[in-house]
């Protein structure tokens, strides 16, 4: 694996022992990076909602690249908020880590977060230095929340490429 040798983990463990990360830090950083984002975007739908002088309705229609980001924003939000109250079954659990993380990196990707992509290969990397236990199995609860909104961010994908070829 990438995480045991080669060209790759040297520079991850050069970035990451300059930042000074652990697991905890970078889960943590993750979390709040997807709740601050959705925050920071219906500041943004606020402001410009009321810049133009028209209801949420109407902003949506001239925009459907907002719309679509707006529902991207709210799955974050949730996810977010799943990964918060599970945080301690993923940082004992290497295989749910590596799971939830490897779906999420690759949702993010798709949608175009790259802060979120960049978060989550740090906190793959990461989990290299979760101690196995006799538990092997993938925590439940956790991905039938990741496995639920991939059809959300999946549609949202396809709906901001079929925009942009318009």
């Known amino acids: 694996m990438i995480a045991k040798n080669g060209k790759i983990s ?18 943590n950083i993750y979390i709040a990076v997807l ?17 133009n002088n028209m209801g949420l309705e109407a902003y949506f229609r001239q925009s459907p690249i907002t719309t679509v980001m ?14 918060y109250f599970r945080k301690p079954e993923l940082l004992t659990n290497r295989m749910t880590v590596i799971v939830t993380f490897s779906l999420l990196t690759f949702l993010q990707l798709m949608v175009g977060n790259i802060i979120s992509v960049i978060l989550g290969l740090i906190v793959l990397y ?6 196995p236990s006799r538990s092997t199995g993938i925590d439940k609860q956790t991905l039938a929340v990741i496995i639920g909104s991939t ?4 549609i949202c994908t396809w ?8």
């Not at 970035?15 to 000074?20: A, D, K, Q, R, S």
């Not at 059809?151 to 999946?154: A, D, G």
């Open 35 to 51: 709740m601050i984002v959705p925050v920071a975007y219906f500041a943004y739908v606020a402001l410009a909602l009321n810049m």
């Open 151 to 154: 059809p959300f961010y999946l």
């Open 126 to 131: 990461l989990s290299k230095n979760i101690m």
């Open 70 to 83: 707006f529902i991207v924003t709210l799955m974050d939000l949730i996810v977010a908020y799943v990964l």
């Open 10 to 27: 040297r520079f991850f463990d050069r970035v990451i022992t300059g930042l000074h990360y652990n697991l905890r830090k970078a889960v």
């Open 159 to 166: 709906l901001l490429f079929t925009i942009g070829v318009k």
